[in-house]
């Protein structure tokens, strides 16, 4: 893996800069890279892999668990690596990764482990705005963390107990691995991560203005209502949605997840059970970088406005059916 000269990290940096300054809007906060493996294991000579890799909350690229190759997602997953490059890189991680699957399996009985389980690893790095990058190693087991790689060294995770201490005193004595991988999450990482960023900057800054709408759910009992805002088709992802009434949140807002569609874009809703006496005067404030600052606000109307609306178009449309037919008759 190549190394960085003081020259290439200064480049790197002021590139860090200038990319995190075009990004006004998305990226003021950390930008991480992490890759996601998971092991289960099955028994002793079975074993199922996945693996992909993530920026922030967009994934960029598959694994080929048979290879050890990478899947790219986005035409600019490459960054502005070379071929040989990322072949460098995929060889090294699945090596570490056939490693750490290897000493599990070797260790089944001493870590009192149990068939069947699973082990996840996350890894990757983060960049500050005005700060040094930060790599990262975690692993997790059953779900659980294990234990995390912090400078040149192995450290248990509280919930781990007497497994995670024995984990990291086996870990802490492969010396020239630990080096390779300080190396990888601290210095390749970075390097990469930049490079995709400058490469996937236009669809990166992309921005789609959410559309919105609201509907009555399922009631919760007698007298109230469930109201819910919908908010569709927007990117990227951070987005600010409140039950209000006038400039007061309304604490009872119920938020839920933010659901990916086919396209890359996302879905939110959020509801509020209410009285139904009190439902007048609320509205649903949308706020996304897409709006300018302008946010967009829809009031809750009224289900006896909806029903003077509706007599005030089927009562004429009725009269005037009955005066046809009796003219008609009449005729």
Same mark, same amino acid.
């Given at each position: &893996?190549?190394?960085? +000269?003081?020259?290439?990290? $200064? =480049?790197?940096?002021?590139?860090?800069?200038?990319?995190?300054?075009?990004?006004?809007?998305?990226?003021?906060?950390?930008?991480?890279?992490?890759?996601?493996?998971?092991?289960?294991?099955?028994?002793?000579?079975?074993?199922?892999?996945?693996?992909?890799?993530?920026?922030?909350?967009?994934? $960029?690229?598959?694994?080929?668990?048979? $290879?050890?190759?990478?899947?790219?997602?986005?035409?600019?997953?490459?960054?502005?690596?070379?071929?040989?490059?990322?072949?460098?890189?995929?060889?090294?991680?699945? $090596?570490?990764?056939?490693?750490?699957?290897?000493?599990?399996?070797?260790?089944?009985?001493?870590?009192?482990?149990?068939?069947?389980?699973?082990?996840?690893?996350?890894?990757?790095?983060?960049?500050?705005?005005?700060?040094?990058?930060?790599?990262? =190693?975690?692993?997790?087991?059953?779900?659980?963390?294990?234990?995390?790689?912090?400078?040149?060294?192995?450290?248990?995770?509280?919930?781990?107990?007497?497994?995670?201490?024995?984990?990291?005193?086996?870990?802490?004595?492969?010396? =020239?691995?630990?080096?390779?991988?300080?190396?990888?999450?601290?210095?390749?990482?970075?390097?990469?991560?930049?490079?995709?960023?400058?490469?996937?900057? %236009?669809?990166?800054?992309?921005?789609?203005?959410?559309?919105?709408?609201?509907?009555?759910?399922? +009631?919760?009992?007698?007298?109230?209502?469930?109201?819910?805002?919908?908010? +569709?088709?927007?990117?990227?992802?951070? @987005?600010?949605? &409140?039950?209000?009434?006038?400039?007061?949140?309304?604490?009872?807002?119920?938020?839920?997840?933010?659901?990916?569609? %086919?396209?890359?874009?996302?879905?939110?809703?959020?509801?509020? *059970? =209410?009285?139904?006496?009190?439902? %007048?005067?609320?509205?649903?404030?949308?706020?996304?970088? +897409?709006?300018?600052?302008? *946010?967009?606000?829809?009031?809750?109307?009224?289900?006896?406005?909806?029903?003077?609306?509706?007599? %005030?178009?089927?009562?004429?449309? @009725?009269?005037?059916?009955?005066?046809?037919?009796?003219?008609?008759?009449?005729?």
């Amino acid at each position: &893996m190549a190394t960085c +000269s003081p020259l290439r990290i $200064t =480049v790197n940096w002021w590139l860090l800069i200038l990319l995190l300054c075009s990004f006004s809007t998305g990226f003021q906060e950390p930008i991480s890279l992490r890759i996601i493996l998971t092991s289960s294991f099955y028994n002793h000579f079975r074993t199922q892999n996945m693996g992909s890799a993530w920026l922030d909350e967009l994934q $960029t690229h598959g694994w080929d668990n048979k $290879t050890g190759a990478f899947i790219f997602l986005w035409p600019w997953s490459r960054g502005n690596w070379s071929t040989e490059q990322l072949r460098k890189l995929e060889k090294l991680l699945y $090596t570490y990764y056939i490693g750490l699957r290897q000493v599990f399996q070797d260790h089944v009985r001493h870590w009192q482990l149990e068939y069947p389980f699973q082990v996840q690893l996350s890894e990757g790095c983060e960049l500050h705005f005005g700060e040094a990058s930060v790599g990262f =190693v975690r692993i997790a087991y059953q779900g659980a963390d294990l234990v995390s790689f912090q400078n040149l060294t192995w450290w248990p995770s509280p919930e781990g107990g007497s497994r995670a201490q024995e984990v990291c005193k086996l870990f802490n004595q492969y010396h =020239v691995f630990n080096e390779g991988l300080h190396t990888l999450f601290s210095d390749s990482c970075p390097q990469f991560l930049l490079s995709l960023l400058d490469a996937g900057k %236009a669809d990166l800054q992309r921005q789609v203005r959410p559309e919105a709408w609201l509907s009555a759910g399922p +009631s919760p009992g007698p007298g109230h209502l469930l109201l819910v805002c919908h908010v +569709s088709g927007f990117y990227p992802k951070p @987005v600010w949605v &409140m039950w209000m009434r006038g400039e007061q949140e309304q604490r009872g807002t119920q938020r839920g997840d933010v659901l990916p569609h %086919a396209d890359g874009t996302w879905y939110l809703q959020m509801s509020l *059970d =209410v009285k139904a006496t009190e439902a %007048a005067g609320l509205s649903c404030r949308v706020r996304h970088s +897409s709006l300018g600052g302008q *946010d967009m606000v829809l009031y809750w109307e009224q289900p006896h406005s909806m029903g003077l609306v509706f007599l %005030a178009v089927i009562v004429p449309v @009725v009269l005037l059916a009955g005066l046809a037919l009796w003219l008609w008759k009449r005729w």
